[in-house]
């Protein structure tokens, strides 16, 4: 099991990012801990009103929305209540026990996963420390769960340098929600997970999974953005308004992420190119 946790000062865009998940029939919430009401009886407001409660207690801490994903082997055997116990084991293990969370199932993947939603603002308004969580935490929880669950044990350096297997390229024909998904996933696990220094050397990574990114220097007048980075299945085909209009969804979704990214670029985005 790898386990990938993701820090951000937004609980609603976090909660949104799998709700809307939920919308495309490609994730389902199955288990919920510490709420004051069942799972299956739930409105957004009841998730997000619990968290966002705690959050508020300390206005200092601005990273209070913690967003996990526990990533298992396709071959482990995994009913949804032995994912709910997962689940629980980690949060307790890693000092979330008694935080309010949200569990998702994802299937937009080739592997099984869960989301995790939480806050790390407690009810007395202290913060439970982020630093290092992933690293010492976590990966101790990892592996003694590992254990108690029978999973089959990730490598030490999927662990440290967690990164999807290459997409099918079979699968990955544009068009299809399937392709969608797919390209979604990657966005989600390489954009944070990797350092790069110029578009070429993010597109070196993407590529491997049969994606490329680039940024327009035209967009058609019928799309209007005030800066426009595109995903695209490979190989490439012809460029057309329907195509940009499918994978804007991608882009924006993925944008701020990207943008803190280019940040530290070396060169211009505009110098380098697609290739």
């Known amino acids: 099991m790898v386990a990938i946790i993701h820090n951000s000062s937004s609980l609603r865009n ?21 709420y004051p009401k069942d799972t299956e009886a739930f409105g957004f407001s009841d998730k997000i009103n619990r968290l966002q409660h705690l959050a508020a207690l300390n206005q200092r801490t601005k990273v ?16 949804t209540e032995k994912l709910k116990n997962i689940a629980d084991t980690y949060m307790q293990q890693i000092g ?21 939603v939480t806050t790390n603002i407690k009810a007395d308004g202290k913060r439970i420390a982020l630093h290092n969580l992933a690293r010492n935490q976590s990966m101790k929880a990892s592996k003694e769960i590992e254990k108690e669950f029978s999973l089959i044990k990730a ?22 929600a399937e392709t969608k998904r797919a390209i979604t996933n990657v966005l989600d696990h390489v954009l944070p997970a990797y350092k790069y220094a110029s578009l070429a050397e993010l597109n070196a990574v993407l590529k491997l999974y049969n994606v490329l990114l680039t940024k327009e220097q035209k967009t058609p007048a ?9 995903v695209r299945s490979m190989p ?21 992420t990207l943008k803190r990214g280019l940040k530290k670029m070396k060169k211009s985005v505009n110098n380098v190119s697609e290739g």
């Open 14 to 34: 976090a909660l949104h990012y799998n709700e809307n998940k939920v919308k495309q029939n490609a994730a389902v919430l199955i288990h919920s801990g510490n």
């Open 64 to 79: 209070n929305t913690v967003h996990i994903s526990l990533n298992f082997d396709p071959a482990d055997k995994l009913s």
């Open 96 to 116: 979330f026990g008694d935080q309010p969370y949200l569990v998702y199932q994802h299937h937009d993947a080739g592997h099984p996963h869960l989301h995790i």
């Open 155 to 176: 490598e030490e350096k999927l662990r440290l340098h967690y990164t999807l297997k290459p997409v099918d390229v079979q699968r990955v024909l544009y068009g299809k």
């Open 222 to 230: 019928s799309i209007k953005v005030v800066d426009l980075y595109i």
């Open 236 to 256: 490439m085909v012809k460029r057309s308004v329907r195509r940009l209009k499918q994978v804007l969804f991608i882009a924006n979704q993925h944008l701020k």
